[in-house]
C-alpha cells in the first residue's frame, strides 16, 4: 500500500506543478521560502526540504479560494472514501525513530501529539536511525501507518526543548498553531545550518 499512496503523491506532482497551476506552484514555494528559509540546491539537505515543500504544498498549502490541491485531486479523481480521509487527515508532526520492533517495524513516537506510530513494513526510503528527531507527515489508511518522504532531521541536544515546546503546542489544540510551530522548526533548521558554530540550544528558542 506504500506504493499506492506514493504513486497518488507522484501524480499529484505531476498534474499540479505544471501548466495552468504552475504559477500557483511558484507562489507557494515563495511563500514557503518565506516560512521555513530559502531552499539551496547546493547544499545536501536540498531533496528532503524539496520532498517537504512538495507534501506542504499538496496536502496544507491553500490557494485564494482557500482550496488545498489534495482536495481537487480527491475530486477529480473520485477516490474511495478511505483514501480520502487519509489524504485529509495527513498527521504533520513532530517523531522520534524510538526503535524496530520484533517484526522489522519502524516505531514512532509523535512527540506533538503524544501517541505512537507503528509504521507498516516497506519504509525502506527514510535514511533514519534509532533516535533520530525529525519533523515528518503519517498517513494512516486501512489500518496502516505510512511515513511520507519529506523528513525534516533535527538536532538531537534539543529533545528537552522541542518535548516542552510540544506540550505547550499541545494544550492549544490548534491546528494552525501546530503548523505554525512545525515550520518554525524548518526555519530553525534551515538557520541553524547556516551558524553551525551555535549551540542549537541557541538558536531553538521559543517565546
Known sequence: ML?????HI???????????????????????VVLTGKLDEDKDEFESRMNCFNEWY??????????????????????????????????HTLLEFSKTNWRSQVVLKDILHDEKA?????????GLVE???????VVRYKGESFLLRGVCTLPQSIRS????????????????????????LESLKTKSMHYQHIEPSKIFVFN
Open 10 to 32: 507522484e501524480k499529484m506532482l505531476s498534474l499540479y506543478t505544471q501548466g495552468e497551476y504552475f504559477d500557483r506552484l511558484k507562489q507557494a514555494k515563495e511563500s514557503y
Open 3 to 7: 506504493e499506492l499512496i506514493d504513486g
Open 58 to 91: 499538496l496536502f496544507q498549502w491553500k490557494d485564494e479560494a482557500g482550496k488545498k490541491i489534495v482536495e481537487d485531486y480527491i475530486r477529480k479523481e473520485q477516490l474511495d472514501e478511505d483514501l480520502s480521509q487519509a489524504f485529509l487527515n495527513v498527521n
Open 118 to 126: 507503528i509504521l507498516a513494513k516497506g519504509h525502506n526510503h527514510i
Open 131 to 137: 533516535d533520530d528527531l525529525f519533523i515528518g507527515r
Open 161 to 184: 526543548i522541542l518535548k516542552k515546546q510540544s506540550k505547550k503546542i499541545r494544550k492549544m489544540n490548534s491546528f494552525e498553531e501546530e503548523l505554525k510551530f512545525l515550520l518554525n
